[in-house]
T-cell receptor, first 113, second 112 residues
Framework: AQSVTQPDIHITVSEGASLELRCNYSYGATPYLFWYVQSPGQGLQLLLK??????LVQGIKGFEAEFKRSQSSFNLRKPSVHWSDAAEYFCAVAPGGFQKLVFGTGTRLLVSP | DTEVTQTPKHLVMGMTNKKSLKCEQHMGHRAMYWYKQKAKKPPELMFV???????INESVPSRFSPECPNSSLLNLHLHALQPEDSALYLCASSQGAGPEQYFGPGTRLTVT
């Protein structure tokens, strides 16, 4: 079945430490891939996207993500986390470039002092 | 300007009320979306308008009625809602048929 998996429901990282959030997808072909961030009670903000080309993509707020076709993964990384990064992070795919975004279940990031 | 605006920010309504949610974008996008998001869950797609025509309806109950008056505006008319319809309603837009969607801040709806 087609799906998007974010295996970590919660992650706690110390401020200043590095971060990696995992995302795996299950589709026949490489879909369009996205990471969104949502602060409590707010809308979703697009962090970065992958359509094709260079498998390491840079986004806003110092985030980057790496697409690995062999692992069907699109993991989000940040070298040094700030307290303001605490939020819910959603991986999403658009199979075949269509308008329907399929979201993972989300990972809540907690940042400890 | 990558901004989608939504009004109102909060809405409390009774089960017999009629209300509307509004969404506006000025990015020249030609596709607009309504999502419903329950607490601690990902957004769920409700409707998609493409070039002002309804292109996707995800089997949403008829008590939710979308409307796209023009390419910049999207409304969601609400009537006879149930308490389980309480949620954050998000609007999004995208360039034509492209998958890259930009979201508004949402309307927090409470049905009493």
């Amino acid at each position: 079945a087609q799906s998007v998996t974010q295996p970590d429901i919660h992650i706690t990282v110390s401020e200043g430490a590095s971060l990696e959030l995992r995302c795996n997808y299950s589709y026949g072909a490489t879909p369009y891939l996205f990471w969104y961030v949502q602060s409590p009670g707010q809308g979703l903000q697009l962090l970065l996207k992958y359509f094709s080309g260079d498998t390491l993509v840079q986004g806003i707020k110092g985030f980057e993500a790496e697409f690995k076709r062999s692992q069907s993964s699109f993991n989000l990384r940040k070298p040094s986390v700030h307290w303001s990064d605490a939020a819910e992070y959603f991986c999403a795919v658009a199979p075949g470039g269509f308008q329907k975004l399929v979201f993972g279940t989300g990972t809540r990031l907690l940042v400890s002092p | 300007d990558t901004e989608v605006t939504q009004t109102p920010k909060h809405l409390v309504m009774g089960m017999t009320n009629k209300k509307s949610l509004k969404c506006e974008q000025h990015m020249g996008h030609r596709a607009m979306y309504w999502y419903k998001q329950k607490a601690k869950k990902p957004p769920e797609l409700m409707f998609v308008y493409s070039y002002e025509k309804l292109s996707i309806n995800e089997s949403v109950p008829s008590r939710f009625s979308p409307e796209c008056p023009n390419s910049s505006l999207l409304n969601l008319h609400l009537h006879a809602l149930q308490p389980e319809d309480s949620a954050l309603y998000l609007c999004a837009s995208s360039q034509g048929a492209g998958p890259e969607q930009y979201f508004g801040p949402g309307t927090r709806l409470t049905v009493t």
